[in-house]
């Protein structure tokens, strides 16, 4: 069957591809449709979010639809930037501006106190806009004094995940291979409990 993705991230995309594609899903862009309203990103909650757009591109496509919102929660700046990670410094995907501004407001927070965690929100809507199933993934780390390692994009330069009895423990997300990464990431973890539950949710 195909699933559209509420989203033309081509990173995304290939993520939910790779994973849905052994169980009978073909992933589909909105642009391969010809498009799905632009939907404001207002709701307080990453689910909040993820549910608005996928029951937008589901009534609009007239199909299954897939939507996520994710971002970076800091512990010491009470939660922030939460929903607004993708836009904090002001313009959104700016990402350089953005880990500017995280590590200016942390200036002079010690390690201890600088734990955050990433969140992944997915929700699947039906065709006719209902919804009819959120999942979420997380990764508990802290946030660096200075960015480490070249890969990936957002918040992971600055993101080292912290959580014990992973290969992947004491390392940034940033210096992380796609593979090691999403055995721990919040998407990552996301993905696989919505792949473990679409089977009894998929159309026959």
């Known amino acids: ?33 010809g498009g799905v309203p632009e939907v404001v990103e207002d709701q307080p909650t990453f689910a909040g979010n993820a549910a608005k757009k996928a029951c937008s591109a589901a ?27 993708a836009r904090y410094a002001g313009v959104h995907g700016d990402d350089a501006a953005n880990n500017a501004l995280l590590l200016h407001k942390l200036t002079g927070v010690r390690d201890t106190e600088r734990g955050a965690q990433f969140v992944c929100a ?18 508990r780390g802290a946030i660096l004094h200075a960015p480490r390692g070249d890969g990936d994009f957002g918040y992971d330069p600055l993101f080292l995940f912290s959580e ?28 696989r409990e919505l792949v473990a539950r679409l089977r009894e949710l998929a159309p026959r």
């Open 164 to 191: 014990p009895n992973f290969p992947q423990t004491g390392q940034g997300f940033a210096e992380l291979g796609p593979d090691e990464k999403a055995q721990v990431s919040h998407r990552g973890r996301a993905l």
């Open 122 to 139: 997915l929700a699947l809507s039906r065709p006719d806009g209902t919804l009819a199933l959120e999942v979420q993934g997380r990764a």
């Open 1 to 33: 069957m195909k699933l559209l993705l509420a989203s033309n991230n081509k990173k995304k995309h290939a993520e939910l591809a790779r994973m849905l594609g052994p169980l009978g899903f073909e992933v589909v862009l909105p642009r391969e449709i």
């Open 59 to 85: 009534q609009a496509s007239r199909m299954w639809a897939l939507a996520d919102d994710s971002g970076l929660e800091v512990d010491a700046l009470h939660g922030e930037p939460g929903v607004m990670s």
